[in-house]
């Protein structure tokens, strides 16, 4: 293979991809020459993030999508396949977070839900309708999720978010056993300290500087563009045999 990471052949889903990680990792598979389509429920966000995509390559496209509506996945998923042809890569990136700092106890059911609906039943909507087509198409492909640290780590008055990530580990290692013989690899993600929408303003806290990003060997809290690379890799060739694998993109946090 003269250069595995050439994704010119390539087509790709990016869910929650207009900020963050999802941007990062959308903009590196463009960069790579893969079409990419990206999901997301603000449409002025959409668009500003699909500009940057096309100025890439002009075949990327954007659509607004509430993942955790199962009939908006599923109708969202048939567009995204008649505007790209197929999808040879799926990322399963859209999630809330825990964002009320609600002591356990106290836990609403609503609350609970709210962000279960987001990150684990979008998430399992999505894998579901990405799985068919690839199966479907007998052509193989990459199912892609991105868990948390909290997955791995204590996160108190975070048990809802925590937990949807924990799942998703789960989730994602049985499809890879499950699709291995289809040529199909599940893989996951797990960020650390990343500056995005959902985290800046409590990574701007004096108390989370002084006290976390201390603690991060690389010195600075991570960026969308961090997960280019890795992006790429699983959508490419070059990762044909590796599957049912997580990957910690944390600047060596969990670590020390």
């Known amino acids: 293979m003269s250069n595995p990471f050439d994704l010119s052949n390539k087509t790709a889903l990016v869910t929650g991809g207009n900020s963050g990680i999802g941007l990062g990792m959308a903009k590196g598979l463009a960069e790579a020459g893969a079409a990419v389509c990206i999901w997301g429920t603000n449409p002025e966000k959409n668009d500003i993030a699909l500009k940057e995509l096309q100025a890439i390559n002009p075949a990327c496209r954007a659509l607004a999508c509430d993942v955790g509506d199962e009939a908006q996945v599923v109708a969202r998923f048939a567009e995204t396949v008649a505007e790209l042809g197929k999808v040879d890569a799926c990322f399963v990136n859209a999630g809330v977070g825990s964002g009320r700092g609600m002591a356990f106890q106290k836990m609403t059911t609503e609350e609970w839900h709210r962000v279960m609906r987001v990150n684990l039943d979008g998430a399992f909507f999505t894998l579901r309708a990405a799985a068919a087509h690839m199966k479907e198409r007998g052509e193989g492909g990459a199912l892609v999720t991105t868990a948390s640290l909290s997955a791995l780590e204590g996160m108190p008055r975070g048990e809802n978010y925590a937990s949807s990530k924990g799942a998703l580990i789960s989730l994602t290692r049985s499809l890879a056993v499950e699709f291995a013989r289809d040529g199909i690899r599940a893989n996951?993600?797990?960020?650390?300290?990343?500056?995005?929408?959902?985290?800046?303003?409590?990574?701007?806290?004096?108390?989370?500087?002084?006290?976390?990003?201390?603690?991060?060997?690389?010195?600075?809290?991570?960026?969308?563009?961090?997960?280019?690379?890795?992006?790429?890799?699983?959508?490419?060739n070059a990762s044909a045999y590796h599957t049912g694998d997580t990957f910690v993109i944390d600047g060596g946090y969990a670590l020390f």
């Open 188 to 236: 996951v993600i797990i960020p650390g300290w990343i500056e995005s929408a959902m985290t800046e303003k409590f990574l701007a806290l004096p108390a989370v500087e002084a006290k976390v990003l201390t603690r991060v060997p690389a010195g600075r809290w991570g960026v969308g563009a961090d997960f280019a690379g890795i992006a790429v890799y699983l959508t490419s």
